[in-house]
Structures are given as structure tokens and as C-alpha cells.
């Protein structure tokens, strides 16, 4: 796995931030926070809270220039912003949080594989950090986080090697691409897999995710370290 | 798993169609040959064609009416899009294709749940009676689908119930939700699983994986019995 | 005149719907009920109720596929919603509607020639059983409307040739193309000719007319059996 | 009828351009000429050309303000534009006009009723200065114009009372609203007419159809004049 | 500097307009008023009022036809629409206008360099217009204009040569570009100058802006005519 | 003036970037060489480049979070992309660039005032780096680089101080806000002066542009030592 690098607060404005690096994967992560939800929301009543995620692609963070539009509002970067957002509210008690939304912001200022877990990694840094700030202003009781979550891809790649946290490179040219969201105690948030060369088999299956789970440890460790035991 | 109905060659025009039900859900799965392919196909040279698909609902298609703009280009359209064609893309030899696209739409004329999974099979059967179309015609030499492919939704319901091809309604108050694509012999196409409530246990996973299974073997029995032996 | 063919209530969900036929011309016609008018209906004050329409095409209902934004949101999808709405609401009594909003979807599944008319008249059906459920459910006290209407299509085609219901083939090639709306009593709704190549006459125009009147009382019949005397 | 101005060349840049008055309403026609056709004109082959409108008004043309995009864009602007381009197609020899598009755009400066018809009429006078343009610089060899043709629109407003060229006031409280096109022999080239109240008889629409002939006769007097025996 | 023409009064429905035109470049500047203000300025309380402003160019008003889209959303259009608006609320005390917006129309029928300054010069009458008309309607006290404003735009052409009020063919070969916006005693709303070719020293600055200041004041002088004393 | 920071070479796909501070504002600028240009530029022959510019700001760069679509769309961020384009391609010689595009993204990640100046300075950098880079690669014979070019904002603030590089509390409270390109020996690429309150007079106008020079000194200083003796 490639090394894990935060810088907390990256931006001075926002209620939470940071710069989470994996290897040579960049991307800044910054949750604000608005006092008010979704129509969907309102409609359940009670005091139920909101948390959703944008994903966009700096126009030069790949090898080649893309355009703006397509990075931040094509069918890609609207698929990885609902991915986040589902991950981090499966990580939040959103009964707890009141009515407000936290948006979570990821861009990805340069890319080298592994955006999407990247973004959920330091999307949950960004939100641990507003909601300790919320509680510091006494506008909410206690963090509403129910335990931490990590992400890892893996991957086949190479006739039939298993890698852990693939790179650009490893990730182009992989026959099988997982991304795996988990808890501490290594329970699922999400998975996904996909054979985009050769149909893989349930044994190989098993062997990524035991492959997933040990990275993802390595992940919550540094959350842990960076969020100062925010959490008990 | 609900009644599973094929109408073949629903639309007099295209190449390859059929009205796909299972149970109340209802989706027209039609397939376009298109004598060229996009750039990026184009670079690199040689016969690779290649397979796209595009996910829509009708506005009444569910139980209120929402607008045909975010039903056919909003996030979850989008996503949805892509994996289907992301699915039939690993059923077929590209190469084998020759320099031509197939685009798969997959119209939801009714929904209660499996919308995807009902696209993926419906969409399946409009590309393989479009492949045979083209060999009847001579215009390709073999039909290049290397396998069956199935898709089945399993979930968990109702404190701890694991349910195979969820409906609309078990869909809405699952715990767990994942969608399972798979070959005749059981091997993985793609595999997304999500934790709507509390997160799920390995154990929990391969149960829901087996069930998966026995559902796809009956996906694809339907699915050879319509086709009638077009693939040894 | 092709044949008309008639499925009432084809989607469960809706308020009223009819998946209508003229030939191989196949339009599913869907009514949906909102408890609220527009702005500009909002304005005039009192109960005055509204209808409106959209016409769309699926990618592949012609010979050759297009693009969802062009069938749904051009020019012509666009001329052809706002007919089908002001056709259909000088079928009703506005006032008697009460505050509320009625949409006809009119998704033409499978097209040849006549797609206008048929959504007229399928729509007519599916905003009939939708007054219909209204009335049963005492949310109105009785169906405002004021008269069956019916929709044909006549030209000219072939040197001179007048038909009746022209098909995509014979429209494709007319010199003249009119579309006609009528009541019961054969007073016009709407008239729309146009010359696509020479000029026409009145000489001409009358026994077009003559033709509509004579197709649009067996679409009303048509009609009458389907909705089984709901009208006096 | 009310009283028609025509300022010729109002544009200096223009190949073609009128300003074209009918009492208060004002619209600004102007004919470009382009080198080159559509792709599906460009596909029959030979030497035909095309001719095309495009149809706006300025924000404050009406009595209230309205959005650009609405009043450019929106499905009356375009519904307007394709009425346009049709008629003024139905007037040319498209085979004579050779391998270029004609692009007509009409812009209301002010709105008080009829903006359709004096751009259609307005529309024919840039059309045929453009043309003329062409034959002087010798790259037509004749001037490719069937015959003149005017617009008018007749309509039944206070209880039966029929009228001719509605202003803004008569057209928003009129009961049948007709948009007539014909050539000088009184030929038709299209017809609209919408029951905005009370379906019209036959006989309602002979009478009303007389009229139109009648003020169709002196808007193609005022052309004639303008365009000083353009056409034989 | 080329001639100034204004006509007043040119909309009868808008509360303000003028055509002005500056040799062969003609602007048509409305002025709409409404009785809210935008968001931003409704949050400020008090009784504050708003001047907006949108400047478009006809398709066909320089030598070349534009799309539509391009000539009133590009940057371009965008840029000079806020510098028209900011231009304009500087000439206006907004905490006397009360709650209300004016929206400045500036449409340009011809284009033949100077549109901008055309657009301010204009758009200044058109507001002072409709001011006049509140006031003569009792809607507020005072008229709240602070001073009149002119635009002119000034330039290095032709190796050197400075000139004032730039036609199009002289903007277009101009190595120096700049436009200014003062008030009757000279002192500055705006000045934006460019650099097209050589960058220009604070010497040329100077004369270039005594130029404009000479045109300016033929500017307001014009204004002052046709606006009749409405200012002290 | 606030304190310079800047970082070469911060993402390593692209030709050329930096990531620019003054003070708290933060710019991330990145230029990409594409070998074609637009086609205006096409049409002109010979050899010529261009350099454009797109300037957008993370949602969160400011105290509050703004939609992506207005930070990279909107009139304000279309107006100064264009205003980064038109100076950097002041400083280079267009016609020794040969047929290719160089595209300078300013990405805004902390915004506190200036951060139009802050990306022009930056880009130049980014600008000087990838056309470096092409030298190195012998695709340019020699830098096409005409001077260095600095830009600063100066303003009035709180009652008549002149203020040099204002910050985003200066900014908004600023009576007049200029912003002035300037090469190194003092001559002008582009001024830009609004009065947000009072008008000000030629007195004060002078004062602030030689704040301005001096602070552009310091800039260039920066950029010099930054690349290092990459033009003479």
C-alpha cells in the first residue's frame, strides 16, 4: 500500500478540511455545513440530518487535459459523489446530526489511481472535523459517528496477480477493479467489483477482500492518528 | 424470484428488442448497430467495436410522476447506464465485433423494484438477437458472445431476512441492497453491494451470494429457452 | 384507416393510461394527477384546473435511433407537446377541474406516421380515466368533459392521391400533410395543412376535411367502446 | 386590417433585411446567406439548397419583461421558427437556389399581436433582397422564387364577431385564432387554426378563410411594392 | 467622435427606452422595472433598490452572423452586461429607489465598434427615463440619479495614432483599446484599458484620457438634450 | 503587500504549474500544451499560437460554500478567464509559438482578495515553465516570452487610504477597486478601475498606479527568482 499522507485544515473557512495524499493521489477534502436539508429530508420530519458528496477532477490532475464539464458533472463524477456521500452517512447516526446537511467536498487536485477511496478516506477526516467543531460550538450534543470507515481498491492485474490500493498504471490495465468500504471491526459498507477483462471466480473473490481488510486497517490507523481520538 | 416474461423482437425496426418482465417490473430493451465506433475506440486501431447502454424511466413509470430530465440524465440514470453497459461489454469479444457499436436502451416502462438487473437480462437478449441479425446477414462470421450473462438484486429485509429479486417496496426499507452479475457458471461480472442501514458481515455476504446464484441460473435458463440455442 | 387498438390502464401506478395503436404506430398515453396549477393558472384565482402534455419518442421507435435530448426536448417534440395540450384541454371544462394539474406523458414506442394523432386520442383515453378515478374517489363531483375529440392525419401523396391516416411512408413523401381535430358533432378543435410542395386549394382543403371527419368518427368510436359510456 | 410599414436594407451588414411593421407590432427580419447546407439536405446530393428561421423576441417587446432564453428557446419560440422556415421554403425552388443556406432571423422589437404572420411577411421581403443579391453578383443565374406569398390571421373574438389581423388585445380574449399563409392566387400553404374557446364550425371556417384571402391580397400589394417586380 | 442620435421613447410598453445610435452602431436600451429585489440585496434590508443590466447583439448585427446562444451568454455578452450594470448603479443612489429593480435591456441592431460605450450612453437615458416615470407616478419622491455619466472608448491605431469613439474596423486593428466612464466633472466611474499589442506607457494613458474626457462631455451634452433638464 | 509564495512544478503531469500564494490567497495554475489551436486562430495561417485561460473556484475558497457551476461558469469567473488570457498572451510573441495551445487553469483553493492578480502572476509562471519545457524538448527553438508581466489590485478604502494588494475584507468594503497589469519596466498591459462608490478623480488615479508599479516590482522579482534567469 502506498503511503498514507493528511494535512488537517487545509482550507481556513471551511468547518472541516484536509489534504489527504496516497502515493503520488492527491485530494482535498472540505465539508461545510448549511442549516437546512434536502426537500426528501424535510419530508420525514424529526430531527434528521443530511450528508452528500461532490467529486470533481481538477482539469490537469491526469496525464492529459480534460474539460471542466465533463470532470465535475459527467456520468463518472456523478457516480463516485453519490458512492461518497452513501459511504460517510452509512458512517454517521444522521438522527443525531439535526437538521442540517454537511456537503462534502472532494477534489482531486492530482491523480494516480484510487480517487474514489481516497475521497471517501479524507471525506471522513473533512466530516469527523466539522462535526468536532459543531460539538466544540455546542450546537450539537455529541459526534454522531458511529464507528470509522475505510476504503481500499484491489485488483487483479498482470495475469492474475492481487494488488492492494492499485495505481493509474496498475488500475488501466487491471482485469478485475474492487473498491471496498469498511468499518474498524471490518464489516461491509460497500463493495464493488467489477471483471473488466476475465469473469473472476468466488475464491478470488474471498482473497481480495482479506487482501481489502488489511489495507483498509492501515487507512483507520491513520484516521485514528490524524483525528486524535475523536472517536472512543 | 418473480415470473420472468420475454417478448422477443418488440420493435419492427432495430436490429434486436425485447419487452423484459419480472414480475410488475417492465423494461423495453432495445438494440442499435451503428456502423462506426467513438474516438477512443477508434485510437486503438484494429476491429474492436464496442457496447454502450442508456438507462431511462418513463415519467409514470413509478408510483409518482418525476421529470424526464432527471429520469434520463440525472446521477442515478447515469450510473446505472454505465453499468449495464459496462455488463453486456464483459459478455461480448470486442474484437470479434468489428468496427461497429451496439447501444442497448433499456426504456423502464414499469418499475417495482430490479429495474437494473431486468435492463442487464432484457438488454442481453437485444444484443444477442442483434449479433444474430448480423451473422444472418453475413455481416460478422461468428456471433462473438462468449457466455450467458445474469443479474439478480439480493437483499436483506426486515430485521435480518435475506430476500432474493427485491420489489419496489422491499427495495425502499432494505438494510442491505446488492446487485449481482454473473456467468452460467457462476463466475463474477460485477458485484455491488451496499449497507443502507448497519453494516454486514463476511458471512452475511456469501449467504447472499448463494441465493444470488440459484437466481441467476434461473435468469439464464430463460434467457437460453428465448434465444433458442444461439450460443453452444 | 388502420387499425385502432386499445389497452386500457397499462400502467398500474398511474391515474390513467392507455397504450394506443394505429398500425404499427404504438403510443403509451399516461395521466398524472397533481394537487397544484402552474403560476399563471395560480394567478387567475378561483378552482380553474389545468392540462398539459409531453410527447417524446424512445431512441428507436423510427427506422433509425436518435438521440433522447433531440426526441424529447427539440423543436418538433416540443410543437407537438404544446398541440396535444391545447387539443386536449378544449375537451374539458377547466373550471369544473378544480386546483389541479393533469399531465398527459405521450411516449411513442413505436413509430409509423400519426404519432401526433394517436397521442391525441390515446391521451384523450387517459385523461378520461383519470377524470374518471377522480369522480369515484369524490374528489370531483363530475367528469368536465364537454365532448369526445379525435385526431386523424389526411394528405395528399403520390400525384394527387388524398389518403386518409398517412403512415411514416406516405407522410415522408406527401405534398400535403394536415392534421385535424374535431368533436363528435365534427366542429373543429384544431386544423393544421401544410403544403409541403405545391400549393393546395380550396377545392383541395374541403375534401380533406370531408376525409377527416369521416376518420375521426371512427376514432371516436373507437373511443366510446374503450371508455364504455362515460360521457353521456 | 392595420397599416403595414416596410423599411428595406435596415441592416447595412445583412445580405438582406427589412423592418416590417403591421400597426404597432414591429419585427426586424434579416436574410444571411451561408456557403454551405445541413448535413441532411448536403445527403440528397445535387445542388439543393435550404432556408431556415429562427424566431425571437426582445425581452420587453410584450408588455411585461420576460427571460431571453425563454423568448428565444422556449418550445412558442421554436414552435414559431419551424412555422417560419416552412412557409418561407414552400415560396423557393429549393434545386435553384444551389448549395447555401438562407438564415432567416426575426427579431420583435414590438409585440401587439400577429408577430408570426408580419415575420413571415417581413421574412419573404429579406428573403427575396438576399436572392436578388445573389443574381446581381452573378452567382444565381435566376432569382428562384415561386411566387409571393403573405400571412395573416383571422380569428372570432366577442361572442362571433370574425376578425382580421388580431392586435395583442383581441388575440389574448379571442375564441378561434387562425394563422392563414397563401400565395397570390390564393393558394394555400398553410393553416393553423385552435378553438381557444368553443369548437367552430365548417362554415365559421369558409368565412374566416375568406377574410384571410382578402387581407393576404393587400399584404402581397405592399410586397409587390417594395420589392419594385422582383418576380414576373 | 461620429454622430449621436438618440430616439426616445422607441417601446411603448417599457418604462424607459431609447434607441441611440452612434454613427452606424445602434442600441436599443429598455428599462423594466419590477417591484423586488434580487436575494443579495433583499438580505440588506432598508429600503435599497437594484440596477441590472443584459447586453446581447442580434444575430446579424456585424458583418458576419452569429449563433444567438454565443451573442447574448458567451463571456463577452456576460462581461459587458456587468460592466453596463455597474456603470449604471454608480449614476444611481439605490438606497432612494426603494425596493425595486431596473433592468437595463441593451440589444444592439447594428454593430459598427463602440457598443459598450453605445450600450452605457443609451442605457443611462433609458433608466433616466423610466426614474422620471416613477417619479411622475408618485412610486418615489425624488429622482435618484447623482450625476449624468458618458462612455466613450479611445485607442491607439495605425502606428501610433490616438482616436477617439472607435469604429469597428478601427477597434479591430487597435494596439491600444480602452473604454472610459466619467461623470460630468470628469471624474471616473471605470476605465478598462488593453494592451492588444505593445503595452503603453503612462504617458499615452494621460492623452488618452484627456481625449476621452472631450468626448464624454459631447456625450452628456446629447444626454442632457434629449433628457430635458431632468437632472439639476 | 502581502507575503509571495510559490511552488514550481506542483502537479507532475502537467508542462508547467505552480501553486501561487499572497498572503491568504491560494491559486493553484497549470499550464497544458495541446499541438492545434482554435480555428479563428487557424484561419490567420502561418505559425501562430494561443494562449487561453480558465479561471474557477473550488466551491469552499470562500468564507461561504458556492455552487461548482457558478465558480467556473458564471459571468464573473468567464470574465476574468478572459482577462487572464488576453495579458498572458501580451507577454508572448503568438507568432514564435508555432501551431499549438497552451490552456492556463487557475483553480482558486483559498480565496482572500485578489485572486484574479494572483492567477496572472502565477500563470505567467506556469506559462514560462511549459514553454521551457518545450525548448528542453527542442520543439521551440527559443522562449517566446516578450517581458515579465506582474499584476497587483490597489484600492481606496475606509474613507480615502489608498491600499495596495487588497485583501477580501478591503475588497468588500472598498470605495474604488482597480486591478493593473504592468511589464517590468513600468509599462501597461491592461488597467481596470470601477468606482464602487464615490467617482474619483485623475489626482487619485495617479496615486494608485504608482502604488501599483511598485507593487508589480515586487511580483516580477518574485517571478524572476521563481525561474531563474529564464529571459534575458
Chains 1, 2, 3, 4, 5, 6 share one sequence.
Request: charged share 25%; with cysteine.
Amino acid at each position: 500500500m502506498r503511503k498514507i499522507k493528511i494535512v488537517k485544515n487545509y482550507l481556513k473557512h471551511a468547518e472541516g478540511s484536509c489534504m489527504f495524499s496516497m502515493g503520488e493521489t492527491k485530494v482535498l477534502c472540505v465539508a461545510s455545513v448549511e442549516e437546512k436539508v434536502p426537500p426528501f429530508v424535510e419530508h420525514k420530519g424529526g430531527t434528521h440530518g443530511w450528508i452528500t458528496a461532490e467529486y470533481a477532477m481538477l482539469p490537469r490532475s491526469c496525464s492529459e487535459r480534460s474539460s471542466r464539464g465533463k470532470l465535475s458533472n459527467g456520468g463518472r463524477a456523478q457516480e463516485i459523489s453519490r458512492l461518497i456521500g452513501r459511504s460517510l452517512r452509512a458512517a454517521v447516526d444522521l438522527n443525531k446530526l439535526g437538521k442540517r446537511t454537511i456537503t462534502i467536498d472532494c477534489d482531486v487536485i492530482r491523480a494516480d489511481g484510487g480517487t474514489r477511496t481516497a475521497s471517501i478516506n479524507g471525506g471522513f477526516i473533512a466530516l469527523a472535523l466539522a462535526l468536532q467543531k459543531l460539538k466544540r460550538q455546542k450546537i450539537i450534543k455529541e459526534i454522531p459517528l458511529r464507528d470509522y470507515i475505510g476504503a481500499v481498491s484491489v485488483g487483479i492485474y498482470d495475469n492474475g496477480k492481487k494488488i492492494l490500493d492499485l495505481s493509474a498504471k496498475e488500475d488501466n490495465n487491471a482485469d478485475v477493479d474492487m473498491n471496498i468500504i469498511m468499518t474498524t471491526s471490518g464489516k461491509f459498507i460497500e463493495l464493488q467489483g467489477t471483471a473488466e477483462g476475465e469473469p473472476f471466480s468466488k475464491e478470488t473473490l474471498d482473497k481480495l477482500l482479506n487482501m481489502a481488510y488489511a489495507g483498509i486497517k492501515q487507512v483507520i490507523d491513520a484516521q485514528k492518528k490524524a483525528l486524535n481520538g475523536i472517536l472512543k
